[in-house]
């Protein structure tokens, strides 16, 4: 496969995006590339791994995701490659690719140290362009993830990535809050299907220690306007929203808050 997608919080008009560009077709020219964004908020490996996750599963079949917010760079965390059921991911050690990696099934992970694989020249401020882009157009050539480095198994999973249940709650934390003020958790649909929770289901939510009451519905439009309600959005993760207002302002909420959600169900 030759398409490789690209994500990164470096600006879409900065040069350093067109730099990675210009490395992957001078090693492959037929390279496929999709930019995802590269307007990630600076820094933000959180923004990152939710936007990575929500966009990888409408790719083809092994692609090649580019991802990089690394604000560790030059440092000693590890350049990687995951390895998928469904896709292959090139970036920076530090969590960035492991939500959208998990749901399709992590298979192996490698680190990238084997120079016959980089550029030349590799410096300590940009692995974008010396490490991760060489990667991922070598990968579209056909190599094998094996032969840019050896396996690792302490790659960095951070909580992020999955929520979890403990004393009858699905336990998790807020991903992302998105220009309409809709809060996005990282509990999953599938996360509620095993739980046994469905549509009309009441549900007890706990976001900074403040207790609601939400309905669990299919739409944004099954509440009156200004309602506060709970449902499955776009990106197949739990929101907290309000028809036609903001989320982030009726339950105080930030990126990171922790919450718990309970209800008329057996988990």
Known sequence: MSIISLLSDFGVKDAYVAEMKATIVSINPLAILIDITHEIDKFSIRKGAYVLASAAPYFPLKTIHLAVVDPGVGTKRQPIIVETKRSVYVGPDNGLLMLAADKEEIINVYAIDNPKYMLSRVSKTFHGRDIFAPAAAYLTKGVSPSEFGSKIYDYVFPNFVKSCIENGELLGEILHIDDFGNVISN???????????????????????????????????????????????????????VNQGSGRMFFNAKVGDLISVSGNFSI
Do not use: M, W
Not at 231 to 241: D, R
């Open 187 to 241: 509990i999953s649909g599938e996360d509620l299907r095993q739980a046994g929770v469905h549509e009309t289901h009441s549900l007890n939510v706990k976001i900074n220690d403040k207790n609601f009451n939400l309905q669990f519905c299919s739409t944004y439009n099954n509440v009156p306007i200004d309602n506060p309600l709970t449902l499955i959005g776009s990106s197949n993760f739990l929101e907290f929203a």
